[in-house]
């Protein structure tokens, strides 16, 4: 469940935005008559980027239609309605406890056997593959992950001005570490910054182990200890990473490589040279997933246009050092990826 406080900004994100990105979609939907999008407090992205809700908890579905506002049909209260109705540019919010039934009843009573894109199909629950079958027998569904990825990928003005306002929030709450609470000052600065949710992770002492957690209490901190900020400020989410080093140790030249590697993206030349890297992005459904790294078996490198995280873990003067770089807008070929300050 979400924590902190989900309001939209007309300044920020005003329906010109969801208007243009709906004119996209739908751009690409050709011989579909409408498109479901299913979300919840995990995979939240999609429904947040098309329409802009974003829910604490629960569950809903995204109808959209080849004409008009989408409708958002959700299985909570009608004592979130007004709320709903604020932050989400919809024609109408429906409240049903089977999201899934209401959805399809919406499609099949305008035409009973139509094309249906559900998009993000491999992770839809079940249940809701279930309810769909049965309110709409006739509806031909088929799998349009790969037609939204296509249009979501390249950001827009508007994702690339809050992905800079995350990543501020989140350098900013990383500076306010000191030797002791470190998880509380992040969490806490990070907030009173904006931040709609914050996780924090800490590798307490790098001698020992690199792996970055999330931990109950204040862990004791060795020598150097690195700490990971992952920030969401109006559905656009950032990962950034700062090693501290107690005795002054500088590791100027392995952040001057990391910062070049992230450059060369798409390409993982030169972040294949660290002993371990992670680059996640918006594809579908994830706020934050992961494209390629030491441990992607499929890599889906980001395309041009792309808001991307990256990570790296590197030794300097025989020290372990964890590395997050700003977010990254991916470059297209031969051009470097722009880093965000």
Not at 3 to 18: C, K, W
Not at 78 to 83: A, G, I, S
Not at 274 to 303: D, K, T
């Amino acid at each position: 469940m979400r924590r902190g406080l989900i309001a939209r900004s007309m300044t920020e994100l005003p329906d010109a935005v969801f208007d243009a990105r709906l004119e996209r979609l739908r751009a690409a939907m050709r011989e579909l008559d409408a498109l479901l999008v299913y979300t919840n407090n995990t995979r939240p992205a999609a429904v947040s980027w098309l329409a802009g809700f974003i829910p604490y908890w629960s569950e809903a579905m995204l109808v959209v239609p080849r004409n008009g506002l989408p409708v958002l049909v959700v299985a909570l209260t009608f004592r979130v309605k007004p709320w709903i109705e604020r932050t989400s540019r919809v024609a109408e919010v429906i409240h049903a406890p089977r999201v899934g039934i209401e959805a399809a009843r919406l499609i099949a009573g305008r035409k009973a056997d139509a094309a249906v894109g559900v998009v993000d199909f491999d992770h839809l629950p079940l249940g809701i593959a279930d309810d769909l079958g049965e309110a709409g027998p006739r509806l031909a569904v088929s799998d349009a992950s790969e037609l939204f990825t296509m249009v979501r990928a390249p950001a827009d003005p508007a994702e690339i001005m809050l992905t800079a306002r995350a990543s501020s929030i989140a350098a900013t709450a990383l500076s306010r570490i000191g030797q002791r609470d470190v998880a509380a000052a992040v969490d806490e600065d990070a907030r009173r910054n904006g931040a709609e949710e914050v996780y924090v992770a800490i590798a307490p002492d790098l001698a020992r182990d690199q792996r970055l957690l999330r931990v109950e209490g204040e862990p004791a901190l060795g020598r150097r200890f690195s700490v990971r900020a992952s920030v969401a400020y109006k559905g656009s989410w950032v990962r950034r990473v700062v090693t501290i080093d107690r005795d002054g140790a500088e590791s100027d030249d392995a952040e001057a490589a990391f910062a070049d590697a992230v450059a060369r993206l798409p390409s993982d030349c030169a972040l294949s040279q660290f002993s371990s890297f992670l680059v996640e992005g918006r594809r579908i459904a994830q706020p934050l997933e992961a494209l390629m790294g030491s441990g992607i078996l499929a890599p889906r490198p980001p395309v041009a246009g792309a808001v991307v995280s990256v990570q790296a873990r590197t030794k300097a003067d025989g020290r372990p050092v964890l590395l997050g770089a700003p977010p990254a807008l991916v470059g297209a070929s031969g051009e470097a990826a722009s880093i965000f300050q």
